[in-house]
């Protein structure tokens, strides 16, 4: 059984991003890595990148906080790996 | 200058949950679960067996200020989302209009600025009555719908329809709730646009708004942080969200809390919102408010309206 995380790094959400794309993507995806283009080189839309918010925090048991999202912060792995480890709930 | 006399809704009690209509609707668990999550859609309303005459009707019942005052009243409009709601030759609008005994009004249907119609109705609504230099005469424009068919129900990835109703009376000039400005931006380009390019329209959507929304405050001779309070259609909490943070304007003076109870009720939003706001003290003589709404399906519609109450 896992424990909720308080904080996760930056590296496990890219970590977490690569394993649960396929998911979102409907296993469309060789390999994701950080300078993967969401929106381009994968085709995610609005609703895709929620349902990868989702994801991730069911996978990593967190809830973020999404008021100050943007549509920058999905433009790649590593632009939401960053914004969602600086925007955890419960951690303010 | 358009004024808002009086408004009254009607919302039925039934409230369904998202969990309940994505099972009806065939959606993913995980959709459902991104509404409710980050849209933070909950519940919506529906009339089982109720009319959309009884609908609206119910709305317009409420509305004090109409009794007494039906022979002032020169126009009736129902601003719809659809265009087409109850087979040929079925006329809500007619129908409502001789059960309120307003035979002697002009009654007529306003379409295809989608949810942002009712906006489009209060303008041509006062459009109307200062031409016909009566400053007596009144105009009842009324909103709401059946949420009868999938598309009356869903906007994938963006919202969930609700049943409800709104009425509204509107003079050419008045005292208060005076329409200072509106602004619309058309975009044919999304002619059908939840079927060919959903992505598209998603993308376009904030900025659309915003520019209307700071065209809006702009022709009203105002500057954005004037405007107290907004009132929003009611598609979903992550929309206004991320606009507000486009806009530089706090999302705690956008009126969302109607949003998980109700679901978005069709045009009826701008005037459930403002009920809303009106019970709670927070429009002050004086204040300046700003109504946004936002529509598509044959073409998109962005509109905002900024009036001072």
């Not at chain 2, 208060?176 to 959507?205: I, M």
């Not at chain 2, 809303?276 to 002050?284: D, E, G, I, K, Q």
Request: hydrophobic fraction near 45%; glycine fraction near 6%.
């Amino acid at each position: 059984m896992t424990t909720p995380l308080d904080t996760v790094t930056r590296e496990q959400v890219v970590t977490t991003i690569c394993t649960v794309l396929p998911r979102v993507t409907r296993g469309e995806l060789a390999v994701a890595t950080e300078d993967t283009r969401l929106m381009e080189d994968l085709g995610l839309s609005s609703s895709s990148t929620l349902e990868l918010m989702l994801e991730l925090e069911d996978a990593l048991e967190i809830q973020i906080n999404v008021e100050d999202i943007d549509r920058d912060d999905f433009r790649t792995v590593g632009t939401l790996a960053s914004f969602v480890a600086g925007h955890l709930l419960g951690e303010e | 200058m358009t004024a808002i006399e009086a408004v009254a809704t009607y919302l039925p009690e039934q409230r369904v949950p998202v969990e309940r209509l994505g099972d009806e609707l065939g959606l993913s668990t995980m959709e459902v679960r991104v509404f409710r999550r980050f849209h933070e859609l909950a519940d919506v309303c529906r009339a089982p067996g109720v009319s959309l005459v009884d609908l609206l009707l119910a709305a317009a019942r409420r509305l004090d200020a109409l009794r007494g005052s039906e022979h002032r009243v020169r126009y009736v409009l129902h601003a719809r989302t659809f265009p087409v709601v109850v087979p040929y030759p079925v006329n809500p609008v007619h129908e409502v209009s001789r059960a309120l005994g307003l035979d002697d009004a002009l009654a007529f249907t306003v379409t295809h600025h989608a949810c942002a119609t009712g906006l489009l109705a209060l303008d041509v609504a006062g459009r109307l009555l200062a031409s016909g230099g009566e400053p007596d005469a009144l105009a009842l424009i009324l909103t709401g719908e059946k949420a009868f068919t999938r598309d009356a129900q869903l906007v994938p990835g963006s919202s969930l329809f609700g049943e409800g109703a709104a009425a509204c009376l509107a003079s050419a000039d008045g005292p208060r709730d005076r329409l200072l400005a509106y602004a619309v931006n058309q975009r044919g380009e999304f002619d059908d646009e939840l079927s060919t390019d959903p992505a598209g329209f998603q993308d376009e959507y904030p900025s659309a708004l915003a520019e209307t929304i700071l065209a809006a405050v702009d022709r009203a001779g105002l500057r954005l942080e004037q405007i107290g309070l907004i009132l929003p259609h009611n598609v979903n909490i992550l929309a206004w969200q991320r606009l507000c943070l486009r806009i530089a304007f706090p999302a705690s003076r956008v009126l969302l809390d109607n949003v998980p109870l109700t679901g978005h009720v069709f045009c009826a939003d701008a005037f459930v919102n403002y009920e809303t706001a009106c019970a709670r003290n927070l429009l002050r003589p004086g204040d300046h408010y700003l109504v946004a709404a936002a529509g598509a399906g044959l073409g998109a519609t962005f509109s905002a309206m900024v009036f001072e109450h």
